[in-house]
């Protein structure tokens, strides 16, 4: 039983290593590329949307309405990032099901890949709205003191991201291998359900909780500059 596929390599040649991690990975933004393409390049603005175009819509919309009420402000800027990391995380989960594959996302490279990305976006999103300084000088706010704990804190926060989602997306395989090596028929079918439902929910929980660090990160200039607020519902 393989712990990660980062132990499982499909093919080597020198020190060039090609593993199941990297393979997935590639596999899963592909198919997340050509799906979008597929549904995005006949888009109708009529009352007759294909399947794609509806579940596409219905998925932006859903996204969108989630950052807007964790932000309280206009969310198109940040849903291209929050969107990107809710599908990837959510399609490597989903295609567990299929016989053969191992989801990148039970790999600790791929999820602190992710949680990097989150740990960079949030000083940039906080940069782009208050300004170099007026983001900097939250770190050493109510006192100067508080920076090395301030600091310690953006750390720790990378790092339970990255842990929390490769620690549930590893049990949940380990616990359906264990399941099926017992009782190959009735409880994997019931653990493999219930996987993809935490899938689900592991991918919400990262993205809304990339979506509320980056919140914290512009919350003064949210203070200072209220009328900015978006108050619509559309």
């Given amino acids: 039983m393989h712990i990660s596929p980062d132990q499982i390599k499909i093919w080597q040649w020198g020190p060039i290593t090609l593993n199941a991690t990297i393979l997935f990975t590639l596999l899963v933004t592909t198919l997340i590329v050509l799906v979008s393409y597929l549904v995005t390049r006949q888009l109708s603005g009529g009352m007759q949307l294909s399947p794609g175009q509806n579940l596409l819509e219905v998925l932006v919309l859903g996204i969108r309405d989630q950052v807007r009420e964790i932000m309280g402000q206009n969310p198109d800027p940040f849903l291209p990032f929050a969107g990107t990391l809710f599908i990837f995380i959510a399609v490597s ?11 990148p996302t039970g790999s600790l490279s791929t ?42 804190g953006e750390l720790s926060r990378t790092l339970s991201l990255a842990v929390r989602l490769f620690g549930n997306v590893m ?41 509320v660090y980056i919140a914290s990160a512009i919350e003064a200039q949210d203070i200072k500059q209220p009328q900015q607020r978006d108050t619509s519902h559309g």
């Fill in 171 to 211: 049990s949940d395989t380990m616990i359906v291998a264990i399941l099926l090596s017992i009782a190959p028929l009735f409880f994997p079918i019931i653990m493999e359900a219930l996987g993809l439902l935490t899938g689900l929910i592991q991918a919400y929980i990262f993205a809304v909780l990339a979506i």
């Fill in 93 to 103: 989960n989903l295609l567990s099901i299929v016989p053969g594959y191992h989801p």
């Fill in 111 to 152: 999820t602190a890949a992710l949680a990097i990305c989150v740990f960079v976006a949030v000083p940039v999103y906080g940069i782009w709205q208050q300004g170099l300084w007026g983001y900097l000088k939250h770190y050493i706010q109510p006192y100067p003191f508080m920076l090395p704990f301030q600091i310690i």
